[in-house]
């Protein structure tokens, strides 16, 4: 591999502190260019920070920083690998990649600039990483949440790895076991029994299923849920919007049909990230620029994962359309959570958790006030029970990815193959076809057998220096 060379640090805004990697063959060569200490760069202590000097091509000083020195293959990408640790001007760090750029040039040792993910692209082509611990790199760079960091930095610990490699180690004994007897008749190898296949396909499907019912945490976690609020003209969908926002995000006022577009916004509430859609007041109207934004909250409405039913409780005339509303929004399946605004003003203090599923009633009914803040934890209450965390130790063994969630999708039905063309009373060569089949699907999921556009597509999702 050639050597490369990126800012790894954000690069574009001033900083206290800058960082340029490197990493590949040449990389020490390079380095030594460029940094002055006292010492060649090659004989730097490992894994030590190193003061000096950085220099460009005429050997003037750039700044004044640290190095560090990491030898291949104990490196994040397997090979060597160092960082310049400087202040964080954009034009300095600029400058420290530049100067590597031609030092490597002024040596006939090429050093271009790296890809997005090309690094961690090299750890996972290199062994140090495989796809699920790769894939958990760029999770815990775009983490919105607490629980979201805390799980992919679970999952680049190898926390799903950990699940899959049974699995895999099942199947391939199975399989290995039968490939060996029809390969070495004359050897002694115990013949392979349809009741132990079957135990090793139940084992590993049961497992699948397991990891499978993780999905729609794992989505919550990493995507948050797009919620839509909805209700009557000033019912206080707005104000309810800037209460979880904490700040003024919509505009409020006491004119029916201000809201006239879709406003979003992500919150956290209950621990749980919501993406937040207030929609336009729900209602027949004869103004064209209002009629419109209805249809978009409609349709908010029927993209939403969750839907906030905003009602004024101190407005008792608006009986029949909050009916009509209530229905509207059961009619969508979705699971959705009454919310009586205005508390301040009706005195009405209740909150229930706890509607069956299909969305026919609520999931919740709270009342609060956006105004004085009361209520506010009883919504929180209720989203969080909608959307439980589930246990602790269950951090970095959820699919949080549809690539993920498709392979372990394809690897069970294969599964599923096998075990009916089992019962059914077919050869195990027949049964085997469809669990090699579940074998290169668990695969995709860990690297193993992922196709050269699959993992490219992966790391086009980075940025540059990671």
Not at 168 to 176: D, F, G, M, N
Not at 332 to 358: E, Y
Request: aromatic share 4%; proline share 4%.
């Amino acid at each position: 591999m050639d050597t490369i060379a990126a800012i790894a640090s954000g690069g574009r805004a001033p900083a206290a502190i800058g960082i340029v990697r490197i990493s590949g063959p040449d990389c020490f060569a390079v380095c030594d260019r460029i940094f002055r200490s006292g010492k060649p760069f090659g004989r730097l202590e490992p894994r030590r920070m190193a003061l000096g000097e950085l220099l460009d091509a005429g050997g003037r000083t750039i700044d004044r920083g640290l190095a560090v020195r990491f030898p291949g293959p104990h490196s994040y990408t397997g090979e060597d690998c160092a960082e310049f640790h400087c202040h964080g001007s954009p034009v300095v760090l600029g400058e420290v990649l530049a100067a590597l750029f031609a030092a490597g040039a002024a040596e006939g040792l090429p050093v271009r600039q790296a890809g997005p993910g090309e690094f961690t692209k090299r750890a996972f082509l290199n062994g140090q990483l495989d796809l699920t611990q790769a894939e958990a790199v760029i999770d815990l760079i775009d983490a919105e949440t607490a629980a979201a960091a805390r799980n992919a930095a679970a999952q680049l610990n190898g926390g799903l790895r950990r699940v899959l490699e049974p699995i895999q180690e099942a199947l391939l004994e199975v399989t290995s076991r039968f490939y060996a007897v029809v390969d070495y008749p004359d050897e002694d190898i115990q013949d392979v029994q349809p009741e132990e296949i079957a135990a090793a396909l139940r084992e590993a499907s049961g497992a699948l299923k397991a990891l499978l019912a993780t999905c729609r945490r794992g989505r919550v976690l990493k995507k948050g849920v797009r919620t839509a609020i909805v209700g009557l003209p000033n019912a206080g969908k707005s104000s309810l919007l800037n209460a979880l926002a904490g700040y003024e995000r919509a505009i409020v006022t006491d004119v029916p049909g201000t809201t006239r577009d879709t406003v979003e916004e992500a919150v956290l509430c209950g621990g749980v990230l919501l993406r937040l859609v207030d929609t336009a007041g729900l209602r027949e109207t004869e103004d064209e620029v209002e009629r419109l934004g209805v249809e978009r909250s409609r349709r908010a409405m029927e993209t939403a994962e969750l839907i906030l039913l905003v009602e004024d409780s101190a407005d008792e005339e608006a009986l029949p359309e909050k009916t009509a509303l209530e229905e509207a929004v059961s009619q969508t399946g979705k699971p959705w959570i009454h919310v009586a605004s205005k508390r301040d003003r009706s005195g009405i203090r209740s909150a229930s958790l706890g509607g069956p599923d299909g969305g026919r009633i609520p999931a919740a009914s709270v009342s609060l006030s956006a105004l004085t803040g009361e209520g506010l934890e009883d919504l929180e209450n209720a989203v969080a029970a909608l959307f439980p965390a589930g246990e602790q130790g269950e951090a970095g063994s959820l699919l949080t990815d549809q690539r993920q969630e498709d392979a372990a999708r394809r690897a069970l039905e294969a599964l599923d193959r096998a075990l009916e063309a089992l019962e059914s009373g077919l050869t195990p060569d027949a049964v085997l076809t469809d669990a090699e089949e579940a074998l290169d699907a668990v695969g995709e999921l860990t690297g193993r057998t992922a196709k050269e556009e699959i993992v490219s597509r992966i790391f086009s999702r980075f940025c540059v220096g990671k």
